[in-house]
């Protein structure tokens, strides 16, 4: 999932209003780059930072949003929800790799970033083969009403750009969604605690 590594600022916008269906709570942390955008390189800074600005440059290029990445992925299976989404530009051909719930089972898509088509299929792994964490995760997804679509939109609002990745993290018993956004020349990281989405 995505997180931050050497973020500089922490700073919570109050989002009631903003939208009727928006998660209870937004945090938005800037500064540095979240660990789905570096590259085989860590550990060299001027490395990361390349790999990281060829990745935005061939994110800003690309025809197909993340929500309709996410949306194309979710009509392959009546009433599918994305659990998991990211932006892979590192291959010859920019996709995003869409993770959606339906049913019983954990569906893989690669979505062409430029056509919106299906590369290569799709892929079921059955939940019974996922650990005890990440099926309570997809199990608290499923009783949430708000979606990673939802949280999509609050963040692109909240940090004033274009999200790039998406997906479930659980801090301290919370079941958040974890959004990054490429605003400006700046990667933020967006969580958002949806309502009803505190376990025991």
Same mark, same amino acid.
């Given at each position: 999932?995505?997180?931050?590594? $050497?973020?500089?600022?922490?700073?919570?916008? %109050?989002?009631?209003? !903003?939208?009727?269906?928006?998660?209870?709570?937004?945090?938005?942390?800037?500064? $540095?780059?979240?660990?789905?955008?570096?590259? /085989?390189?860590?550990?060299?800074?001027?490395?990361?930072?390349?790999? #990281?600005?060829?990745?935005?440059?061939?994110?800003?290029?690309?025809?197909?949003?993340?929500?309709?990445?996410?949306?194309? *992925?979710?009509?392959?299976?009546?009433? %599918?929800?994305?659990?998991?989404?990211?932006?892979?530009?590192?291959? $010859?051909?920019?996709?995003?790799? +869409?993770?959606?719930?339906?049913?019983?089972?954990?569906?893989?898509?690669?979505?062409?970033?430029?056509?919106? /088509?299906?590369?290569?299929?799709?892929?079921? !792994?059955?939940?019974?083969?996922?650990?005890? /964490?990440?099926?309570?995760?997809?199990?608290? !997804?499923?009783?949430?009403?708000?979606?990673?679509?939802?949280?999509?939109? #609050? %963040? /692109?609002? *909240?940090?004033?750009?274009?999200?790039?990745?998406?997906? !479930?993290?659980?801090?301290?018993?919370?079941?958040?969604?974890?959004?990054? +956004?490429?605003?400006?020349?700046?990667?933020?990281?967006?969580?958002?605690?949806?309502? $009803?989405?505190?376990?025991?």
């Amino acid at each position: 999932m995505p997180a931050l590594k $050497g973020w500089k600022q922490t700073f919570a916008i %109050a989002l009631s209003g !903003l939208l009727i269906a928006a998660p209870a709570r937004a945090v938005v942390s800037a500064g $540095g780059t979240p660990t789905a955008l570096h590259s /085989e390189t860590d550990g060299d800074a001027e490395a990361d930072r390349q790999a #990281v600005s060829r990745e935005i440059e061939r994110f800003r290029g690309s025809s197909i949003s993340i929500s309709q990445a996410m949306a194309i *992925a979710e009509s392959r299976h009546a009433g %599918a929800t994305t659990a998991d989404v990211s932006f892979d530009g590192a291959s $010859g051909v920019p996709v995003y790799r +869409v993770k959606t719930l339906h049913k019983d089972r954990i569906w893989r898509h690669t979505i062409n970033a430029a056509t919106g /088509e299906l590369v290569g299929g799709e892929a079921a !792994l059955p939940l019974a083969e996922l650990d005890h /964490e990440d099926r309570d995760n997809l199990a608290a !997804l499923g009783t949430i009403r708000h979606r990673l679509a939802d949280a999509v939109r #609050v %963040a /692109e609002h *909240a940090a004033s750009g274009k999200a790039i990745s998406g997906g !479930l993290v659980r801090e301290r018993g919370r079941l958040n969604f974890a959004i990054v +956004v490429i605003s400006g020349d700046d990667l933020k990281e967006v969580i958002l605690e949806p309502p $009803g989405a505190r376990t025991k």
